[in-house]
Structure formats: C-alpha cells, structure tokens
C-alpha cells in the first residue's frame, strides 16, 4: 500500500487541477512549436508547484520530503505533460543552489526559480563527453577577478527557456581531466550564446538546444561550490536523477497499461473483444503483476531517499528495472493496438517514441548494468581477499 500524508494527498489533487485547467489543454500547441510557454513556470510558481523544498525564506514551502516530487511527476505522466522541463528545473537543478550555494548566491538565484520567474538548465553533455564527463572540451582559464569560459554543450534540456545555466567545464584539463568546475552562466552574459532547438524523437515540447560559450566573462562569485570539485558535486547527484528517472517511468508503463486496457476492450477481433483472447489476457497479467513490483521498490527508494540511505546501486537497479519494464509495456500497448498503435491520433504512439530517452538518460542502461556488477564483483573480490 503507497503511503502519503494527508497533506501530500490534497497537494495531488490541486496539482492535478493545476494541470488539467492551465497546462494540459495547450501541450498539443506546445508539442507544435517545440517549447512552452514560460508563462507555465510562472503560473506554477505562482500557486507553489515549481520548487516546494527551499525554505520559507527563498519562497518555498521548506519540505523536503521527496514524495512531493514524486507526486508532481506522476501526476504530470497522467495528465500527458511529460515534455514540460518542470522537474528538471525543480528538483535536477535547484538543488545544486542548496547544496553548493553561499548564502548570497541562494538570495539572488533561488526566489525567482521558485517564482518560476528564472529558469533553469545545466549543462554537461557535449558531442565527445556524455557518460563519460572525462572527455569534456569545456574549458575555464582563470583570469583575476573572473574566468574565461569556452567551449559548446549539446542536447541541452530548457536551453532555449533557461535563463540561468549551470555550466561544468575543465579548470585543469592538461593534468587533470576530471578536474571539473562548475558556474552559473547567464542570460544576455557576452559570448553566451544558443544554437538551434533541436528536433528530437519524442517530447517535443521540450526544448533542447545547442549552446555555445566565446571568452565569457564569469564572474568568480558564479562559482558553484570549490573549483576543481564540479565532476564529484555532478556524481553525487545522480542518483536522485535515476530516481527520477524511475518515478516516471514506472508512473507511465501504468499510464500505458491502463491505456491499452481501455483499447483492447473496445477493439473486436473476430466478433469479440481482443480483451476476451487468452493471449491478451495473459500478457496483461504479466505486466500488472511487474508494474506493482516495480512501483514497490521505487517507493522503498523514495523513502530510503528521505531518510539519506539511497546509494548509487539501489538507484541504478531501480532505473533499469523501470526503463526496461516502460519499454516492455509500451511496447507490448502498440502490439496489442495493430494498425492503430503506429498512429499518432492514439497516445500509445507519441507515449511509444517519448518514452526511448529514458533508457539513455541519467545514464544509459548499460552503465546501469555496470554501476550493479561492479558491486556484486567488487564485493566478490574483497571477500576472496579477505
């Protein structure tokens, strides 16, 4: 049984509202046009949807309880507005003004994030450095009272939207490649500049760009966190980023179970319903009965998380296991649709192609594989030593 707090179960229902009235009735438009409206991070601002964990004193509402995230994405899954960069901007970046910031630099970055006033973006991939940060080119030389920053990022989510971006680039990079720094770069700063949004796959009404850095001038109280330290800060998030990951997508293989059962009762095969074949219902029953395993465990991440206990494995095979399963389900929801699940007018389709980053993302599934035999093997090992 999935346990929230009377308080978490009515910010579930006005979240949901909040959707179905101001968001989800313009993601068709949205989806065109390839971004949204930055209107929609200041609405949610507005009502305390975007950032509910800073304290008081910045604008939030000083929980960190991660269940609140956790309803935020599911409930945005549900309402089909997967392509809007809202958790990213709340709980993938945010937190990195929390964590790292002085107390200056959270008094003028984090009341407008949480207004939705600012938007955020962070900004590691480039076209040789994506799982592996090692291979960045991004490059600071230190320059008296500010760096001088050069270098490109690709595949940046909210890159055309943000106006504050969180930027990791080399400090050392002939002696020590994973010497990586990181600083807040933004909006109007000379030299910053933005490539073209890119057409992607699926959620297309998230805009992801190209982003480019000529001799910018950051100042040195941009500087998140100690130099030198960027590649540790960026790790030690990721697995809160798998989590994630794993809220939504184990929140959507529901959503696409529910969908295809809704389909396979309606759709006649040989004067019947497909839902009545044998075949239809055993592989139903398969993936109800794997969506609830799932969705236990990642509830038991989501608490180990709130007590400071979810570590780099735990979140690895929670991420596998929930990017896998999406995937096994959306794909078994176009099989059981035929013709019609390989057509956009049916959300299994868009909900099929919006679905395949989420086994790149956070890393790929094969460093997820990696993360986990490492463990296994390294603690094989040691016992063979000891």
Excluded at 122 to 151: C, F, K, Q, W
Excluded at 366 to 377: L, N, P, S, T
Aim: charged share 25%; glycine share 10%; net charge negative.
């Amino acid at each position: 049984m999935r346990i929230f707090t009377e308080e978490q179960t009515m910010f579930r229902q006005a979240y949901r509202k909040f959707l179905e009235t101001e968001v989800a009735p313009h993601m068709a438009e949205y989806n065109e046009k390839g971004i949204v409206d930055r209107e929609i991070f200041r609405k949610a601002g507005e009502q305390g949807f975007l950032m509910v964990w800073p304290e008081e004193k910045y604008g939030g509402l000083g929980d960190n309880d991660f269940r609140y995230e956790q309803i935020i994405i599911e409930e945005s899954v549900r309402a089909g507005i997967g392509g809007w960069g809202n958790t990213l901007h709340s709980r993938l970046i945010g937190p990195y003004f929390t964590k790292l910031g002085t107390e200056e630099q959270k008094q003028r970055w984090l009341p407008k994030c949480v207004s939705g006033e600012t938007v955020l973006a962070v900004a590691m991939t480039e076209p040789d450095a994506g799982s592996d940060l090692s291979g960045m080119r991004s490059n600071i030389v230190d320059a008296g009272d500010h760096y001088v920053l050069n270098g490109a990022k690709t595949y940046i989510s909210n890159g055309i939207n943000a106006d504050v971006v969180i930027v990791a680039a080399k400090n050392d990079p002939e002696n020590n490649p994973y010497a990586v720094t990181l600083m807040v770069v933004e909006r109007g700063m000379d030299g910053f500049e933005r490539g073209r949004n890119l057409e992607k796959m699926g959620g297309h009404a998230q805009d992801t760009a190209e982003l480019f850095f000529n001799d910018v001038k950051v100042p040195k109280e941009n500087v998140l966190g100690e130099v030198g330290k960027g590649f540790y800060y960026l790790m030690h998030g990721l697995a809160e980023e798998r989590l994630i990951v794993a809220v939504g997508s184990t929140a959507h293989a529901r959503k696409a179970f529910d969908v295809t059962r809704d389909f396979v009762m309606q759709r006649k095969v040989f004067g019947k319903p497909l839902s009545a074949m044998q075949n239809t219902q055993f592989k139903m029953a398969e993936m109800d009965a794997e969506i609830d395993v799932v969705q236990t465990y990642v509830d038991h991440c989501v608490y180990q998380h709130n007590d400071g206990k979810l570590d780099a494995n735990m979140a690895a095979k929670a991420k596998l296991l929930s990017t896998e399963l999406e995937w096994k389900m959306l794909d078994l929801g176009v099989q059981l649709h035929g013709g019609a699940g390989y057509m956009r007018e049916y959300p299994i389709c868009d909900m099929f192609t919006g679905a395949r980053i989420n086994r790149i993302l956070a890393g790929s599934n094969e460093i997820m594989k990696y993360v986990i035999g490492r463990d296994i093997f390294d603690d094989a090992y040691s016992s063979m030593l000891d």
